[in-house]
Each structure stands twice: as C-alpha cells, then as structure tokens.
C-alpha cells in the first residue's frame, strides 16, 4: 500500500527560528510530490511541487528537498513567522492512470506552532 | 488566492437529513475533487470528476452522491444524514494532473 509519513507530528518553535519538516513515503511509480499549507480552518495551499528529476524547490521562506532514490522529503522554514503556525502537509502522485483520480496519496501533517 | 467557494461553511444537522454542500469554482478547470478530513487525519478522497457529466468515486467509501451539470459547480450530496458523517468535507479543483488542487474553505458538518 503506498504510504506517507511525516515527522515530527508536531513541533513548537520560536519566532525567527528556522526548522525542518520531513516527510517518507512508498509510492512508486512516483509522478511528483507536492507542500501544502493548511491553517486551522481553512483549506490547503499549495507551497511546491517537485518532480523526480527536481532536488529542490524554493517559495519564499519555503525550501523543499527531495531524494527519490531514498524515498525522502524535506521542507525547510528559514526565519520562522508567527503566520507559519499551520499544518504542513506533504502529498505524492503517482502516474495518472486508470484511478487517476486517486493517485494523491496525503501524509497527515506536521503541525506547526510559532511562539512569540 | 484560488477562487473556490464552499458553501456552507458549518452545517450542524440531525440524523435522517437530506443536505447538500455546495462548490463552485471560477477557473474553469475540468478536475475536481471531494475530500473528506478528521481533525489530526489525512485528506481521504471520496469522489472526483474530469469534466462535464463526468463523476467517480474515489478511495473512501461514502454514501454521498456528487453531480457535474456545469464544469464550475460540483455539489455533495447525502441523502440521510447519520453521526458518522460528521467530518470536515473539502473542495478542490485543478487544471491538470500535474498541476496544483486548489482548495476551498470547506464545510464542518455535525450530524446529531
């Protein structure tokens, strides 16, 4: 079964730090993998998308890593806001197909708290 | 910002109701997609569609039923409402399979 998994599942840190969240994942064939934001309340935002062939993706403050030989994702904060507190979710595709539909497989999040 | 509108954004309802949530989106993309969300939990997919007249169920097993008369309007629909419904349900549309979901605010539902 594909799977994603995210560590840590939650984390605290202070203003004007930086950090990094991971996330694993099994899914092959594998089409790309994908940030989101979520805000408590809200629906998700779209951070990056990268594809196999891409080592890295910066939005912003946002860099995303990724090592499709180990499976592995990272994203990294730089110089943390309070706004940054939310839900960090990571997704992975595989190649579309006859399920296309359901080829997103979501992990469920690091959630994210900024202290002043 | 996306434009993609949820509506309503709570519903709390009792056991037995008939709803329907409502999405439209102004982008014109074919894709669109329901999920449904627990607190803490990952987006579970419950149905999907590529256009016009065209509709799919997705992995999550849901006694909801969807419909696309207009590539803008893609409404949810539960014919008897039951506790176990009770979930935050999201919206999202895209323009391609390698392209972002845009989502909406989705709507919280409480079944009593």
């Known amino acids: 079964k594909n799977q994603v998994e995210q560590s840590p599942q939650s984390l605290i840190i202070l203003e004007g730090k930086n950090c990094t969240l991971q996330?694993?994942?099994?899914?092959?064939?594998?089409?790309?993998l994908r940030w989101y934001k979520q805000d408590t309340g809200r629906g998700p935002v779209s951070l990056t998308i990268?594809?196999?062939?891409?080592n890295t993706k910066s939005n912003g403050r946002y860099t995303a890593t990724l090592d499709a030989d180990t499976k592995q994702s990272s994203l990294h904060i730089t110089a943390s806001q309070l706004s940054d507190s939310a839900s960090y979710i990571c997704?992975?595709?595989?190649?579309?197909?006859?399920?296309?539909?359901?080829?997103?497989?979501f992990g469920e999040g690091t959630q994210l708290t900024v202290n002043p | 910002e996306a434009d993609i509108y949820q509506t309503p954004r709570y519903l709390v309802i009792g056991t037995g109701k008939k709803i329907t949530l409502e999405c439209s989106q102004t982008?014109?993309?074919?894709?669109m997609y329901w999920y449904q969300q627990d607190p803490g939990m990952e987006l579970h997919l419950i149905h999907y569609?590529?256009?016009?007249?065209?509709?799919e169920k997705g992995d999550l097993s849901s006694e909801s039923t969807v419909s696309r008369i207009r590539t803008e309007h893609f409404p949810l629909t539960l014919e008897s409402a039951r506790p176990s419904h009770t979930s935050q349900y999201l919206c999202?549309?895209?323009?391609?399979?390698?392209?972002?979901?845009?989502f909406g605010n989705g709507t919280r539902l409480t079944v009593t």
């Open positions: 999202a549309s895209s323009e391609g399979y390698n392209s972002p979901l845009h």
């Open positions: 996330c694993n994942y099994t899914v092959s064939p594998f089409s790309n």
């Open positions: 990268m594809t196999f062939s891409e």
């Open positions: 997704v992975v595709s595989g190649p579309p197909g006859e399920t296309s539909g359901s080829r997103l497989t």
């Open positions: 982008m014109g993309h074919d894709k």
């Open positions: 569609s590529y256009g016009v007249n065209s509709t």
